[in-house]
């Protein structure tokens, strides 16, 4: 069983930057492609950002390109999120979940685990 926790919400203004990172507890974790999603009041979940299980691929939604930055640190287990001049529009629950394929993709449905979320507010 991988459990995931997250960490780092909070309420910002636009413009500012928030980190955002994500506990993984398991003994393989060099083997799961990890990825940020997010929820924001009244819309579907959505990807943000994806990182391959070797590090060497990274994926990011349009929305986030360029702003966002995922990253993974195989000793301690963890996968951040650092956000950079945040919008309103970035205001959403976001989740980590682990894709046991490796590859880190933009479909939810291959993420077999995930973390419980943590609350992002931007204010304009």
């Known amino acids: 069983q991988v459990q995931l926790a997250e960490s780092g919400g909070g309420l910002v203004q636009a413009g500012a930057s928030l980190g955002l990172s994500c506990a993984v507890s398991t003994r393989a974790f060099g083997n799961y492609g990890l990825g940020w999603f997010r929820r924001a009041p009244g819309k579907e979940r959505e990807f943000v950002a994806a990182?391959?299980?070797?590090?060497?691929?990274?994926d990011y939604a349009d929305s986030v390109a360029g702003r966002f930055t995922i990253s993974r640190d195989d000793v301690r287990n963890t996968v951040s999120l650092q956000m950079n001049d945040l919008k309103p529009e970035d205001t959403a629950v976001y989740f980590c979940?682990?894709?046991?394929?490796?590859?880190?993709?933009?479909?939810?449905?291959?993420?077999?685990?995930w973390g419980r979320g943590t609350r992002v507010t931007v204010s304009s």
């Open positions: 979940a682990a894709d046991v394929s490796g590859w880190g993709h933009r479909s939810a449905d291959r993420y077999l685990y």
């Open positions: 990182v391959s299980g070797s590090g060497g691929r990274n």
